[in-house]
């Protein structure tokens, strides 16, 4: 049972990036999505949450208007589209899934049940 992260990398101020994970040994249209990171020095933050239908529940104010989640059931994948990324956005980005979330634990990591890798986004000109 694994989340395969993919789809981080260099970036320079204003570009775009796609994360993109795909699970495998689960079903991933059984469970809520989330996207967290975690830049150095600070604590692990949630970006976004998706339920199981496809609600999002929610985005961080801080990428708000330039991050948009989705998922694809049919290829067991998940992704994040970031856009006009900006140097407070370098961070190692995490996906993540999980059961039963809703709006009051979407943001704590401790309610999701599989994690990715994370995936390393560098923003610097």
């Known amino acids: 049972v694994q989340l395969q992260a993919s789809g981080g990398g260099l970036v320079q101020p204003g570009g775009s990036l796609k994360l993109s994970c795909k699970a495998s040994?689960?079903?991933?249209?059984?469970?809520?999505i989330g996207w967290f990171r975690q830049a150095p020095g600070k604590e692990r933050e949630g970006v976004s949450c998706?339920?199981?239908?496809?609600?999002?529940?929610y985005y961080a104010d801080t990428v708000k208007g330039r991050f948009t989640a989705s998922r694809d059931n049919a290829k067991n994948t998940m992704s994040l589209q970031m856009n006009s990324l900006k140097p407070v956005d370098t961070a190692v980005y995490y996906c993540?899934?999980?059961?039963?979330?809703?709006?009051?634990?979407?943001?704590?990591?401790?309610?999701?049940?599989?994690w990715g890798q994370g995936t390393l986004v560098t923003v610097s000109s």
């Open positions: 993540a899934a999980g059961r039963g979330l809703i709006t009051s634990n979407s943001r704590n990591p401790a309610a999701y049940n599989y």
């Open positions: 040994g689960f079903t991933l249209d059984h469970y809520a």
């Open positions: 998706m339920t199981s239908s496809g609600v999002v529940l």
